[in-house]
């Protein structure tokens, strides 16, 4: 079993930066694809963005693209989802994954393991 936990969620200014980060513990013997969703108030959770095993492929939400960008360090067992200007639009709680292959990388069901998420609020 694997435990995810998010940092570097924070309240900031529309066009700010903000790095996000994933620290899987446990399993780590075990390399995972992963996944970051994020859950607006009011709204169901969204896909982000995901990276395969190796880090070879990437996948994002076409609200994102362009503006965040996914990577891993797998000798740190974390993940980062690097965001810049950011928009209003973009407050949410944001929640990395994990799951054994890439496969599905946008279905939040594929995916067993969840983390308990960190907020980002933007202001306008």
């Known amino acids: 079993q694997v435990q995810l936990v998010e940092s570097g969620g924070g309240l900031v200014q529309a066009g700010a930066s903000l790095r996000l980060s994933c620290a899987a513990s446990g399993r780590t013997s075990v390399t995972y694809a992963m996944g970051w969703f994020r859950q607006a108030p009011g709204k169901e959770r969204e896909f982000v963005a995901a990276i395969s095993r190796s880090g070879v492929s990437t996948y994002y939400a076409d609200s994102v693209k362009g503006r965040f960008t996914i990577s891993r360090d797998n000798a740190k067992n974390t993940v980062y989802l690097q965001m810049n200007s950011l928009k209003p639009e973009d407050t949410a709680v944001y929640s990395c994954?994990?799951?054994?292959?890439?496969?599905?990388?946008?279905?939040?069901?594929?995916?067993?393991?969840w983390g308990q998420g960190t907020q980002v609020t933007v202001s306008s």
């Open positions: 994954a994990a799951k054994l292959t890439i496969v599905s990388p946008r279905d939040q069901s594929e995916y067993p393991t």
